[in-house]
């Protein structure tokens, strides 16, 4: 959790949906609440029609599991909490219970950066069912977001092509920490910076940003305006240039530039805000180049998305730095994850497994039962496959192939390269055992992860499906767990 949902130790337990607390309530009834579970945090389809998605969120799990705890206050809003009879919902035992509760559960997760697929699991969560449950909503949210708003950023700068891409999405964001977790997010999927201040202090995130129209519009012309911000801020020159009439705002940061090399300095560049930036971007460039400055950027924003720019770059738009904010931040054409988090096993009291499985008429929602990992394949230096598989059962050699809607024929796997599981530890016995990672980190795996991607997979549109199988004796055991379910209604496994 990026930030201000909140601050203080107790502050974050509630941030919750109150069925989980009647859950927790019903199981701590049952004098369940020490009976171990593991529950899988999966979603079921690429964002965007993409092709790949990227694990985003791990730091703020860290630091939401490290600050887990029910506050006194909290525990006495609980307790004023009433049913349709007008009598408290939760006993004032239970309500104590709440109040000493330590986090004992397992956490195991997708480093942050890591390209994941549908299916697999970004998070596993093993211990008290109580607790698993209590954490459910939270992490949803942390990593349905986050990795949503990676995984955009990620498409933008394939877009780009190389080109910078900034992130300029605070304004326009849902509320301050969704515009603080997004700004984060998108640096991990690849942005090179952003207008946020304070996502820039936090995370150590590199800041841009020059003037607004109303700085033009604050002067008497626009020309006096660059002078004036170019004697104030001589280092940090970008000239916004449409607030009138563009090209002529060319002219004029032209006029200014030309200025400031005689003072020894350099105007960094121009930003386009509207109109057709195909055109303009060609005739500012034309018009910078004739006056000497070949090396001024030209920055192109105003509602761009990954589809905009790859039009504009095949159509030879001269913008060499792109600036992305309202559809960056909001996830534009796909307002969430999708994520989802299952019951996977219940220990029974004889000390053995019993696994669960969700059922649905539709396949693709249809749970995996298990301890599950994910281990990842390559071949010549790219990613060639993953196989999810229990952990009691092994990875063995055989998958059956899994896409968005169905399972596919059972193969042995092809002669890859040395494999490696990707889910590693993260918090053990109430301490975080895998410390959080820096953001340039993080960014770093993000672009070496892609690189390593089959072009086809990274195409902004109907890209090539990732393959991902299921370990055949898992494969056995859930279709023997759904024909079970049909003759008994059970879904344990035994």
């Not at 009647?22 to 899988?40: D, S």
């Not at 709440?98 to 397992?106: D, N």
């Not at 069912?129 to 990593?143: F, P, R």
Request: net charge positive; charged share 25%; glycine share 10%.
């Amino acid at each position: 959790m990026s930030s201000d949902q909140a601050h203080d130790r107790g502050q974050y337990a509630l941030l919750t949906d109150l069925y989980q607390l009647t859950m927790a309530f019903g199981y701590w009834k049952t004098g369940w609440e020490e009976k171990e579970a593991v529950f899988n945090l999966t979603f079921r389809s690429n964002p965007f029609g993409g092709g790949f998605s990227i694990a985003c969120g791990l730091a703020s799990v860290i630091e939401y599991l490290d600050r887990y705890a029910f506050s006194a206050e909290e525990i006495d809003y609980l307790g004023r909490l009433t049913g349709n009879d007008g009598r408290p919902i939760f006993q004032q035992d239970f309500l104590r219970y709440l109040g000493r509760l330590k986090l004992t559960c397992e956490v195991d997760g997708f480093p942050e950066g890591a390209l994941v697929f549908p299916h697999e699991p970004l998070l596993r969560v093993r211990g008290p069912i109580i607790q698993c449950q209590l954490l459910e909503t939270t992490l949803l949210n942390i990593l349905n977001f986050q990795s949503l708003i990676a995984t955009k950023a990620a498409r933008v700068c394939l877009a780009a092509a190389g080109d910078p891409v900034l992130e300029f999405g605070l304004r326009r964001a849902q509320g301050s920490d969704g515009g603080l977790s997004a700004s984060r997010a998108a640096y991990i999927g690849g942005c090179a910076g952003t207008s946020n201040l304070l996502a820039g202090k936090r995370f150590g995130i590199p800041v841009r940003g020059t003037h607004a129209h109303s700085w033009v519009m604050a002067f008497g012309n626009e020309l006096e305006s660059f002078e004036t911000y170019a004697r104030a801020l001589p280092n940090n020159c970008v000239f916004l240039v449409d607030t009138y009439d563009t090209l002529e705002g060319v002219r004029n940061a032209v006029r200014v530039g030309k200025q400031l090399r005689q003072s020894g300095h350099e105007m960094v560049g121009i930003r386009l805000d509207s109109g057709d930036l195909d055109r303009l971007s060609r005739d500012a460039r034309k018009i910078l180049d004739e006056a000497g400055f070949t090396e001024a950027d030209i920055i192109a924003s105003n509602d761009l998305d990954e589809h905009l720019i790859a039009s504009l770059k095949k159509r030879g738009a001269t913008v060499g730095v792109w600036g992305v904010g309202t559809r960056m931040v909001t996830a534009d054409g796909q307002p969430a994850m999708g994520g989802v988090y299952k019951l996977a096993a219940v220990r029974g009291s004889s000390g053995d497994w019993d696994y669960k499985l969700k059922l649905s008429e539709q396949a693709v929602k249809m749970s995996i039962p298990g301890i599950l990992q994910v281990r990842r394949f390559q071949r010549a230096g790219r990613f060639a496959g993953d196989v999810i598989y229990d952990v009691r059962l092994g990875p063995g050699r055989r998958q059956v192939w899994l896409n968005s809607s169905a399972v596919r024929r059972e193969r042995r796997s092809p002669a890859w390269d040395g494999g490696e599981d990707l889910l590693a530890p993260v918090w053990r016995n109430g301490k975080q055992v895998r410390q959080a990672e820096s953001v340039d980190c993080c960014r770093q795996r993000a672009q070496e992860q892609l690189a390593r991607l089959d072009p086809a997979l990274k195409r902004l549109t109907r890209p090539r499906r990732y393959p991902v199988g299921l370990e055949s004796r898992l494969h056995h055991l859930r279709e023997r767990m759904i024909l079970e379910s049909d003759r008994h209604g059970s879904l344990d496994s035994g």
